[in-house]
């Protein structure tokens, strides 16, 4: 909890940092954004997926049943206060690779805990795909993160709120707020995605960088009504028509943002398998996921360093994950508000 005496620096604005901006402007707190504009940065390059259910087990995605009744609506919030579209709805048909998957699918489906989230899809007119059954997942979407990334930067460049800089952690130093360039800091908030491993106060904060491609591609012809496809990877509609995002993979412990053509070869053979139609590449882009010893967030005040804080560990569900989070950091940095304590880094101590 801090004083409420000088602004707060966030450094980093991906989703966690510009989520956390928009919080704490909300709460009438002065802020400033300052981000090195890394092209591949996570956020950068995500697709921006919205899916309730892990395939592996057929289960709920952790927090599920928190997160996701309140997540379109929270980013429709910030449609209304940015004045931009980026949130959408869409069906999600997630189909089965053999006869097991489809009974443990249908299996699931018919327990009570999961009847909210999965249904049946012999109702729906199908595009013909590969594979004999499948079960629709509900409650699915897109975030456009860079819509929505470059909507919150044009909206705190017009209020003087953003500064397009790295941040140099050897020219910040206490004097009893934070001081950085000419201004003293209340608090500084870390958003840094994998920079976490250059963070000299942080990087006791175990990270495991995951890297991962996407594909933006043209498929014709599956169907008017646009919808996610999943088969293992998965095919994402975007407001173009035809033209989707494909993806993903995961390189364990790769910091490597080039894109190599053997994963793309891979995506767009799935791709055609999945879609039974030609598939054509656009662009396919690399970056780093920052994740994290058993996927929990990293939330919290410094355990000595008082006014210095990080908001991080968002792995590959950052989408879904800042919507609870942001908020719940916001009122811990000005009320000390408690964290879940899953997610406090005082889990650490
Ligand atoms: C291939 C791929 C696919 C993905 N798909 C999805 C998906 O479908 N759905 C989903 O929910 N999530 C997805 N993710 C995960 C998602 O991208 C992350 O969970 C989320 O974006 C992490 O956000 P962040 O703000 O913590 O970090 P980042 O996005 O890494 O943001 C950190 C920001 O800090 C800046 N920065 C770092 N260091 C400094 C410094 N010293 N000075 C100034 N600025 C600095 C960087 O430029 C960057 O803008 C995907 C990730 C990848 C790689």
Redesign the pocket.
Known sequence: MINNRGRILI????????CLALELLERGKDILL?????KN???????????PIVPKGVRKTWQCDILFPALFGYYRHWESVLQTHFIDNYPFLNIHANDGEALEWEKRMNEPEMSAWLSRSDEHNLPPLAGESATWVEHCG??D?SVF?QSVQDHLTSRNQYAI?????SLCKKTGGWQYGDEVFEAVVF?????LL??PWFKYLFMDP?????LKVHIPNIGDNPMIIKQKQ?I?PTTERDIYLL???FHKNSMSTEPEEKDAKFLLERAAQITKQPVSLIEH??????TVQQRRPYLGEHRSEKGLFV????????????SWLAPMLADNILSGALLHAEVDIQRFE
């Open positions: 450094v980093g604005s991906g989703l966690a940092g510009s300052i981000d090195n504009q890394l940065s996570s956020s950068r390059v995500a697709a921006g997926l919205l899916n897109r975030l993160v990334l800089d790295g941040f140099n952690h958003c840094e995605g994998i920079g250059e963070n995951t890297g991962g491609d996407i998965w994402v993806g993903s993979n882009r690399r970056a780093v996921r920052p908001f991080n560990g968002l792995g590959a569900k950052g989408s879904s994950l800042c």
